[in-house]
């Protein structure tokens, strides 16, 4: 199984900056990912004459493509969430959290950064879910845009699932983290969209 993450929102950031932070998680069984992804490709290509361009939700879901369901726009959202979203194969989950200013980075003794609590709780919907399937692999997919942070986020997810009593009980989530760019990984835009629904 695939677990993709996405993260909109700093739960770093002053409030006034970023209020809310939501976390999307989809997961799909291996034997949909080619259809899934085959099918974002061809709905790229057919609908919107760009199977390489990014979709980014915001550009997607606004009160252009809303209020005007004659758009490629929205024909193109709503084929994602019928074929691709919208899916016994496909399971999601969400954590949606209100930024109250008072979020730090922290590290444990040895200075490394841990696990931040949002991808902490993502994780173990994910293994919830693999729970339900009966999935005993299961490879995590983060979308992060802020790449100088992956390497300490990589450290800190290793370290949590070695280092704490909770990581090591998450038994079916393998201890490779990808941190995938969108633009390339398909299935990591799925997250995006019911992310603002």
């Not at 034997?31 to 997607?60: G, P, Q, W």
């Not at 994602?80 to 399971?91: A, H, L, M, N, P």
């Amino acid at each position: 199984m695939l677990a993709f993450i996405d993260v909109s929102g700093d739960p770093y950031a002053k409030p006034e900056d970023s209020l809310w932070t939501a976390i999307h998680i989809v997961c799909i069984r291996k034997s949909a990912i080619n259809d899934i992804t085959v099918a974002m490709h061809r709905f790229k290509r057919d609908i919107l004459n760009d199977e390489y361009k990014e979709r980014k939700s915001t550009e997607l879901i606004n009160p252009s493509t809303l209020n005007h369901p004659d758009l490629q726009k929205a024909k193109y959202l709503q084929r994602i969430v019928e074929v691709c979203i919208d899916r016994t194969d496909c399971k999601h989950a969400a954590i949606v959290f209100k930024n109250y200013g008072n979020n730090k980075r922290k590290k444990d003794k040895g200075e490394n950064y841990i696990l931040p609590r949002h991808y902490r709780d993502a994780l173990w919907r994910v293994e919830a879910i693999a729970e339900n399937w009966g999935i005993r692999d299961v490879v995590v997919i983060i979308d992060n845009d802020l790449r100088s942070t992956d390497k300490s986020l990589a450290f800190a997810f290793n370290n949590y699932l070695y280092r704490t009593e909770g990581g090591k009980s998450l038994g079916n989530i393998l201890p490779v983290p990808i941190f995938a760019d969108s633009e390339t990984t398909a299935g990591l835009q799925l997250p995006k969209y019911p992310q603002v629904l």
